[in-house]
């Protein structure tokens, strides 16, 4: 199975700074890497797939990067409805595992 | 637009088993992969496994295999999901999600509501 490590797991920011969290495959998936944004009592929500590939309907200021094992998701100007959960998800092969998520709180 | 509705909560005893219904509305339904995703208390989401209405295949996660079923009803666009021999940690939010085409290794932009499953004596 291929395990899936985010970092960091929780991170207090502003309205409008700037956020990154990692993801990290324990072996090479391509570009099979998905992000999703979770709210309390909420599904998933996909944000990322493809590793860069932007969901219709989310907003610009999210972006992903990388390929091969190391993936990055940006946040560009951070905005109060953006406070939730992060999660990465790996799409090359079944298990489709999730990473250990990112909490982003309000500092 | 793609509505997946979900069953209603439920509870059951250790050993016994549940049945999880998915039913979509909104888009064709047979084409389109579907997946389950579960999410303990305070935990991450965990795959179970995945159905292609259309070819009728499945995939389930090896930690699940022998305690998972996944069907499709095509005439009613429903999928449902069974897991047997329930125990404490099974307790969890149940997720069912569609794909946007038959492949399963792809991510997931439409999720149901989600099913609660308290296992309790």
């Known amino acids: 199975d291929i395990q899936m490590t985010q970092s960091p797991s929780s991170l207090s920011a502003s309205v409008g700074d700037r956020v990154t969290i990692t993801c990290r495959a324990s072996?090479?998936?391509?570009?099979?890497l998905n992000w999703y944004q979770q709210k309390p009592g909420k599904a998933p929500n996909l944000l990322i797939y493809a590793a860069s590939s932007l969901q219709s309907g989310v907003p610009s200021r999210f972006s992903g990067s990388g390929s091969g094992s190391d993936f990055t998701l940006t946040i560009s100007s951070l905005q109060p409805e953006d406070f939730a959960t992060y999660y990465c998800q790996q799409s090359y092969n079944t298990p489709l595992n999730f990473g250990g998520g990112t909490k982003v709180e309000i500092k | 637009q793609v509505q997946l509705v979900q069953s209603g909560a439920e509870v059951k005893k250790p050993g016994s088993s549940v049945k999880v219904s998915c039913k979509a509305s909104g888009g064709t339904f047979s084409s389109y992969a579907i997946t389950w995703v579960r999410q303990a208390p305070g935990q991450g989401p965990e795959w179970m496994g995945g159905?292609?209405?259309?070819?009728?295949?499945?995939e389930y996660a090896q930690k699940f295999q022998g305690r998972v079923i996944m069907t499709a009803d095509r005439s009613t666009s429903t999928v449902y999901m069974q897991l047997s021999s329930l125990r404490y940690e099974d307790t969890a939010m149940y997720y069912c999600a569609r794909a946007p085409h038959y492949d399963i290794l792809t991510g997931y932009p439409d999720w149901g509501q989600g099913t609660l499953v308290t296992v309790s004596s």
């Open positions: 159905i292609i209405p259309i070819f009728g295949t499945t």
């Open positions: 072996q090479s998936i391509s570009s099979h």
